[in-house]
């Protein structure tokens, strides 16, 4: 399974790793919000949304309704369910309902849940779509883990694993696959090796931080000789 396979997941969920400038300044763009209708509910002290179509920067939202304890994302909770389309610049999540923690105009906790939910996206510069599918997400930025739990599914390029649970570590790159215990119920995977000649998206990463890596190091050279 190549590298930035899971990552890829990550950054269908607003781009950002823990602590990022560039989320902190997304989430700081104005937000704009249609919806078929409002009202304030005092006793949860919570904003309702029937019918909600939600826009910041590059993201977008759509669901039957939405549920927000402040409208911002400075310090918040939002959820949304019922047909709930998540949008980013290259990609798209689809499910049932997705919970959002925000604090200090960063996303901490998102629980995207599903009787199917499904994850497409293309990392920028590339074509392949990876494409994943589980009936419970959990992306903890704080650990900065991503679990998926529930018929686990995730594809790119003809590699595919599944599992009952997946869990995948952002910084150290490891996957984590758990089976049911059942019989039937085993981690799967399928690889398919790239055509003869063909480099993997890995390979042409690593001979480019290579290649930049050996010109820094030689301009600090001639930097060196030159005084």
């Known amino acids: 399974m190549r590298r930035p396979l899971l990552l890829a997941i990550a950054v269908v969920l607003f781009a950002a790793a823990p602590g990022t400038h560039a ?6 763009l104005p937000i704009s919000l249609d919806a078929d209708s409002t009202d304030y509910d005092g006793k949860s002290s919570m904003l309702r949304f029937t019918g909600l179509r939600l826009s910041q920067g590059n993201m977008g939202v759509v669901a039957d309704e939405g549920l927000a304890t402040k409208l911002d994302f400075e310090d918040s909770v939002w959820r949304f369910d019922g047909n709930v389309v998540i949008d980013t610049e290259n990609g798209r999540i689809e499910c049932d309902s997705a919970d959002l923690t925000f604090s200090e ?6 629980i995207i849940e599903g009787s199917k939910a499904t994850f497409e996206m293309t990392r920028p510069g590339g074509t392949e779509v990876t494409y994943a ?3 419970r997400l959990r992306y903890d930025l704080a650990t900065a883990t991503i679990e998926f739990s529930g018929d686990a599914v995730i594809t790119e390029g003809g590699n595919e694993i599944a599992s009952e649970f997946l869990a995948y570590d952002i910084l150290e790159r490891r996957i984590k696959a758990v089976s049911s215990g059942e019989t039937e119920d085993k981690v799967r995977i399928r690889y398919t090796p790239p055509p003869e000649g063909a480099e993997s998206a890995d390979t042409q990463d690593d001979e480019e931080t290579a ?12 930097a060196d000789g030159e005084s």
């Open 23 to 28: 989320q902190v300044g997304e989430l700081r």
């Open 105 to 110: 105009h960063e996303l901490k906790l998102a």
């Open 133 to 135: 599918e589980a009936r």
């Open 211 to 222: 290649s930049d890596e050996d010109d820094a190091s030689g301009d600090d050279a001639g």
